[in-house]
């Protein structure tokens, strides 16, 4: 990982090369590629901060073909469903696609016969090492990944791995894939990450709104009917003390009435570059007549997929530590190795949550239902609301059924946010498109907290207690305890 992060490289791979960890182990000597060291001119490649030191970063610039792939012909057509796609079979870029989110969402939409392509710049397996972190699944390469999912199933993933701020990669992805729809997970997607310090705070506006900026003039430039389906927040809304609407709400001020987009009140960096996104998508949708889909998604938990679970080399990412780690997933693994439950504060902060399961659906029914064109939609996407305090009693009730001692500790709240408030957020779209939900249940939570207790000899525990705080974010660059 290290090598392939740090090298500066541009490399092809041609049809009638097989797709294997092989012909992508870039650091090492006895490789059958050549390479063209290039400087990418994406923000991908600016100063990354170890410890005290900065080192310049470039990235890997690569794009894989499936095996006896035939070139594709210019489509010429405006059709949605088909775009000039012989096969007839929709065609998704999920960009991010190995992340958390974005690897289970691949495989389920490659499963359901869609053609798939995935586009990730590997940058978070990079901030594992930077922060000195790491999944408590094990998980394998993306090649590996793609290359067992193709032996397992007989399907094809294509990867493009290079960096979405790069426009002119970018560009000659979408030449090359022709996507029908982009489902759009490639972002920094860590509030406590995006208020470590100044650097990692730009880092997270720049290589979010930026790279939202390229996929929406890639758009516009090369396949004007491609429907985006953006992974939004629903961080974006705030905790106002009204009801939360889907995206837009109807007010009436002196007398006249209108609908307009919900209000925002984004409560870290990261927060706030998702709201920059949904206003650009919205103005491209109206000035570009493009057609965009906005997922502002709850916390999400859970681990396995229907396809995640066929082999172990298809093993999801779990994050447990308190950068990246969601809170129903750092509470099970806190539970497994007897360490207290951290709950931050009063514990009354309430959000949306959902299970992966119904991320991968949710993102499915996006696509098979897509926006007009010149439509922004926005869906609220999760399945119910608990407060930080419910599911500690719900994870502490789970685990002594188990055997375990579980305790729960109010730890000072390292974020700025309140602690006791009113949530009430609607979630109706999704239903209405035919989302069956995966509600938290004890089996659910039986099955989490096994597989934490399988791999807590993989836990830090050091990595556990938040050491990150809104309120001391500073220009000096920063690095975990280790």
Same mark, same amino acid.
């Given at each position: +990982?290290?090598?392939?992060?740090?090298? !500066?490289?541009?490399?092809?791979?041609?049809?009638?090369?097989?797709?294997? !960890?092989?012909?992508?182990?870039?650091?090492?000597?006895?490789?059958?590629?050549?390479?063209?060291?290039?400087t990418?001119?994406?923000? *991908?490649?600016?100063?990354?901060?170890?410890?005290?030191?900065?080192?310049?970063?470039f990235?890997?610039r690569?794009?894989?073909?499936?095996? %006896?792939q035939?070139?594709?012909?210019?489509?010429?057509?405006?059709?949605?469903?088909? %775009?000039?796609?012989? $096969?007839?079979?929709?065609?998704?870029?999920?960009?991010?696609?190995?992340?958390?989110?974005?690897?289970?969402?691949?495989?389920h939409?490659?499963?359901?016969?869609?053609?798939?392509?995935?586009?990730?710049?590997?940058?978070?397996?990079l901030?594992?090492?930077?922060?000195?972190?790491?999944?408590?699944t094990p998980?394998?390469?993306?090649?590996?990944?793609i290359?067992?999912?193709?032996?397992?199933?007989?399907?094809?993933?294509?990867? =493009?791995?290079g960096?979405?701020?790069?426009?002119?990669?970018?560009?000659? &992805?979408?030449?090359?894939?022709?996507?029908?729809?982009?489902?759009?997970?490639?972002?920094?997607?860590?509030?406590?990450?995006? +208020?470590?310090d100044?650097?990692?705070?730009?880092?997270?506006?720049h290589?979010?709104v930026?790279?939202?900026? %390229?996929?929406? *003039?890639?758009?516009?430039?090369?396949?004007?009917?491609? =429907?985006?389906?953006k992974?939004?927040? +629903?961080?974006?809304?705030?905790?106002?003390?009204?009801?939360?609407?889907?995206?837009?709400?109807?007010i009436?001020?002196?007398?006249?009435?209108d609908?307009?987009?919900?209000?925002?009140?984004?409560?870290?960096f990261?927060?706030l $570059?998702?709201?920059?996104?949904?206003?650009?998508?919205?103005f &491209?949708?109206?000035?570009?007549?493009?057609?965009?889909?906005?997922?502002?998604?709850?916390?999400?938990?859970g681990? +396995?997929?229907?396809?995640?679970?066929?082999?172990?080399?298809?093993?999801?990412?779990?994050?447990?530590?308190?950068?990246?780690?969601?809170?129903?997933?750092r509470?099970?693994?806190q539970?497994?190795?007897?360490?207290?439950?951290?709950?931050?504060?009063?514990?009354?902060?309430?959000?949306?949550?959902?299970?992966?399961?119904?991320?991968?659906?949710?993102?499915?029914?996006?696509?098979?239902?897509?926006?007009?064109?010149g439509e922004f939609r926005?869906?609220?996407?999760?399945?119910?609301?608990?407060?930080?305090?419910e599911?500690?009693?719900?994870? &502490?009730?789970?685990?002594?059924?188990?055997?375990?001692?579980v305790e729960?500790?109010?730890?000072?709240?390292?974020?700025?946010?309140?602690?006791?408030h009113?949530y %009430?957020a609607?979630?109706?779209?999704?239903?209405?498109?035919?989302?069956?939900?995966?509600?938290?249940?004890?089996?659910?939570?039986?099955?989490v907290?096994?597989?934490?207790?399988?791999?807590?000899?993989?836990?830090?525990?050091?990595?556990?207690?938040? $050491?990150v705080?809104?309120?001391?974010?500073?220009v000096?660059?920063?690095?975990?305890?280790?």
């Amino acid at each position: +990982m290290a090598h392939l992060l740090s090298t !500066s490289c541009s490399m092809k791979v041609s049809p009638s090369e097989k797709l294997s !960890s092989r012909c992508w182990n870039v650091g090492l000597t006895n490789s059958p590629m050549s390479f063209t060291p290039q400087t990418s001119k994406s923000a *991908f490649k600016r100063l990354v901060h170890q410890g005290d030191k900065t080192q310049k970063l470039f990235v890997v610039r690569a794009t894989t073909v499936p095996l %006896n792939q035939e070139t594709k012909a210019q489509s010429g057509t405006s059709s949605f469903e088909n %775009n000039g796609n012989s $096969s007839g079979r929709k065609r998704v870029m999920v960009i991010g696609g190995d992340g958390y989110c974005g690897w289970a969402t691949a495989l389920h939409l490659s499963n359901k016969n869609y053609e798939v392509a995935i586009v990730d710049n590997l940058v978070r397996r990079l901030f594992d090492h930077q922060l000195g972190l790491d999944s408590l699944t094990p998980i394998a390469s993306i090649q590996d990944r793609i290359s067992r999912w193709q032996s397992l199933t007989g399907k094809t993933i294509e990867l =493009h791995v290079g960096d979405i701020c790069d426009f002119e990669f970018l560009a000659e &992805t979408f030449k090359s894939f022709e996507p029908d729809a982009v489902v759009h997970f490639g972002e920094q997607r860590s509030a406590p990450y995006s +208020m470590i310090d100044r650097s990692r705070a730009v880092y997270t506006q720049h290589n979010n709104v930026i790279g939202t900026l %390229n996929v929406l *003039f890639a758009i516009k430039e090369f396949r004007e009917e491609c =429907h985006l389906v953006k992974l939004g927040t +629903m961080g974006e809304y705030g905790t106002p003390n009204i009801d939360i609407e889907e995206g837009f709400i109807t007010i009436t001020h002196n007398g006249r009435t209108d609908t307009l987009p919900y209000p925002k009140q984004a409560s870290s960096f990261y927060h706030l $570059s998702k709201v920059h996104d949904s206003h650009n998508i919205a103005f &491209t949708c109206k000035a570009w007549g493009i057609r965009a889909t906005d997922l502002n998604q709850g916390v999400v938990y859970g681990l +396995m997929t229907d396809e995640t679970a066929m082999h172990e080399e298809l093993c999801n990412r779990f994050d447990y530590d308190a950068v990246f780690g969601t809170a129903l997933n750092r509470f099970c693994v806190q539970a497994a190795v007897g360490h207290p439950l951290t709950v931050y504060g009063k514990g009354g902060q309430t959000r949306g949550y959902l299970d992966i399961r119904d991320t991968v659906q949710c993102v499915e029914l996006a696509i098979a239902n897509p926006a007009k064109l010149g439509e922004f939609r926005v869906f609220n996407q999760f399945t119910e609301q608990f407060s930080v305090r419910e599911l500690a009693a719900l994870v &502490t009730k789970a685990g002594e059924k188990l055997g375990l001692s579980v305790e729960t500790t109010s730890v000072p709240n390292p974020r700025v946010e309140a602690e006791e408030h009113y949530y %009430n957020a609607k979630h109706t779209k999704l239903v209405e498109l035919g989302l069956k939900p995966h509600l938290l249940s004890d089996s659910l939570l039986d099955s989490v907290l096994n597989f934490a207790i399988q791999y807590k000899d993989r836990v830090d525990t050091k990595q556990i207690m938040p $050491s990150v705080s809104w309120k001391k974010i500073g220009v000096k660059p920063q690095t975990l305890r280790a």
